[in-house]
């Protein structure tokens, strides 16, 4: 029989394929509580009441959860089901729904729901609008999972506080006994990254082989958009390169094949980025399958970082770029620095000179910007050809100065989660409404790369690919009120429809273009309504696509065999 662990991290994903960085650094640096912690990981597909049990069945004296924008609803129904299981229970929270820089350390924001994927940990924030979570202007304390819900928060980074923290509590200190009602609160100095013991030992063989890896050279960022928490990061700071490059070197030699750097930033410091593509550069040919993928500033790729990105081999590179918006005078208002110019020039080279997937990040509801100029600014993104377009809408994050503008542009958000942006003085509530349908189904029908063929026809020829996708995007929502769940072959169906009906395309050409994606998509049969329609048998099915990077892999194995179309794109 397992003994009873003295204190409990559980980390809350995503999904299952998620492995919790946050989580496995306060592991790392447990020191001489390491033999009295355990790492217990749980999705948000299962209900509060399951892992509450599974906690509950483990016992322990003092439980960590990370709160993240993708998690905190669960968080909010699981806490209260804790309290009554497992009353004794010391019960500490942090992560980005608590950030560092409250107003004063009475005042826990309100905890509601809540980033990508498991990047910060206990008390640090994540960083990019989908990654980070959402908050509203003040805390609200009459929250019932602030009553005797939980005995601490830690706000701020908890690599090294959260042990101290059980090393006192395990030892009975009296003066950190909780309040009569929420809890007390921490607000630890960032640690010196050279003294953390770095996590990665902590990732299981069975994490190296079936789950995304992630890993981090810095922490901050130079930037100070008002979107986003990090516009409070007082500098950048950088984990100690020798060692971080020797805990990479293990990786690899245990197996590990796909690595996602979380750094907001990774490009700040050219010569360091450069150091890093270099080593994984030089170990791609014993390594193979070797896949990175990095976030970079758009306009800062100088000659030495274009010479070694053009250099990495196809499906070995994902570079994430948020533009943002295209609109200067919007970049101007949310503090974002950014020469619109040489980023277009840098993605330009991107996708004409290097083998690197291009994910490019988009925001909607910024104030200042407007239907009009988002529209301009997404087709210019288009028309640069990226192998994807997120289309993102505004959230408002805990401690982020977006606030500031929420009386001169007349920012009206969500209370719920994730607290997206309803309308602003330049953005009525309807059509912004329709844009974050038209993101959705964005992503169902072009960047999920299930409609590689069809989806170009839904706008070929028109002056507007926002403009035209937005009408293909509005008829989705009058077929299909409930945007999640709907089947394939209704999706095939509608897309046919538009296209012949609205576009004017010839029934086989548009049967032609469905099918075709479809069989690349690996389906082995023929949707009903495209039957009747084809002129020459289907392509077979594509086979081996592998689940951690279907979309890349789908959009690899399609330019390759179309390289035409592909240049074209």
């Not at 729901?113 to 640090?124: A, I, Y």
């Not at 979380?262 to 080593?279: G, K, M, Q, T, Y």
Request: hydrophobic content about 40%; proline content about 10%.
């Amino acid at each position: 029989m397992a003994s009873r662990p003295s204190i409990l991290l559980a980390a809350i994903n995503a999904r299952h394929s998620h492995a919790s960085l946050g989580a496995r650094y306060l592991l790392a640096n447990m020191g001489d509580l390491r033999p009295q912690t355990e790492l217990a990981e749980f999705t948000i597909q299962q209900p509060a009441a399951e892992i509450a049990t599974a906690i509950a069945a483990k016992n322990p004296r003092i439980l960590a959860l990370g709160v993240y924008i993708w998690n905190a609803a669960r968080v909010a129904e699981l806490l209260p089901l804790l309290r009554e299981q497992l009353p004794q229970m010391k019960i500490v929270l942090g992560g980005p729904e608590f950030p560092g820089h409250y107003r004063s350390v009475g005042d826990p924001p309100s905890l509601s729901d809540g980033c990508s994927p498991e990047r910060g940990h206990l008390g640090r924030s994540e960083c990019g609008q989908d990654a980070r979570a959402p908050g509203g202007n003040n805390p609200d304390l009459s929250n019932p999972i602030h009553q005797r819900n939980a005995d601490f928060l830690i706000l701020g980074e908890g690599d090294l506080a959260f042990p101290a923290l059980c090393r006192e509590w395990l030892s009975a200190s009296p003066h950190l006994r909780p309040f009569a009602s929420i809890c007390g609160s921490l607000r630890p100095p960032n640690p010196d990254l050279a003294a953390l013991r770095l996590p990665y030992d902590e990732y299981t063989n069975a994490d190296l082989a079936h789950r995304l890896l992630y890993v981090e050279s810095s922490r901050g960022c130079a930037m100070r958009c008002d979107y986003c928490v990090s516009a409070n990061d007082e500098a950048v700071r950088f984990f100690p390169l020798p060692a971080l490059l020797a805990a990479f070197e293990k990786l690899l030699a245990r197996g590990a094949r796909q690595f996602k750097f979380c750094d907001r930033s990774f490009n700040l410091h050219v010569p360091r980025a450069v150091e890093i593509l270099s080593f994984f550069l030089e170990r791609i040919p014993r390594f193979p399958g070797l896949f990175l993928h990095f976030e970079m500033l758009p306009d800062r790729f100088p000659v030495e970082l274009r010479e070694v990105l053009a250099s990495f081999p196809p499906r070995s590179l994902q570079l994430e770029i948020g533009l943002q918006s295209f609109n200067p005078q919007v970049l101007e208002t949310i503090r974002r620095p950014q020469n619109l110019e040489r980023a277009t020039d840098n993605l330009r080279f991107l996708r004409e000179h290097t083998q690197a997937f291009l994910h490019t990040d988009l925001i909607a509801g910024l104030p200042g910007e407007t239907p009009e100029s988002f529209a301009a600014g997404f087709d210019r993104l288009v028309a640069l050809g990226p192998h994807e377009i997120q289309l993102g809408i505004l959230k408002k994050l805990p401690g982020a100065p977006i606030a500031r503008h929420d009386d001169e542009f007349a920012m009206r958000y969500s209370p719920a989660p994730p607290y997206e942006i309803r309308s602003t003085r330049d953005w009525p509530a309807e059509h912004l409404a329709r844009t974050a349908r038209f993101a959705h189904w964005w992503d169902a029908i072009v960047s999920s790369n299930r409609f590689l063929a069809a989806a170009p026809l839904i706008w070929e020829n028109a002056p507007s690919v926002f403009a035209a996708f937005m009408d293909f995007s509005d008829g989705l929502g009058t077929r299909f009120p409930q945007e999640h769940g709907v089947p394939l072959p209704d999706l095939i169906e509608a897309v046919f429809n538009y296209l012949t009906h609205v576009r004017g395309c010839s029934l086989e050409r548009a049967a032609d273009a469905l099918i075709r994606s479809y069989r690349h998509a690996g389906a082995r049969d023929i949707p009903p309504a495209l039957a009747p329609h084809l002129r020459r048998e289907p392509p077979p099915p594509t086979r081996g696509i592998p689940k951690p990077l279907r979309r890349q892999f789908l959009r690899w194995t399609w330019d390759e065999a179309n390289p035409k179309l592909s240049k074209n794109a």
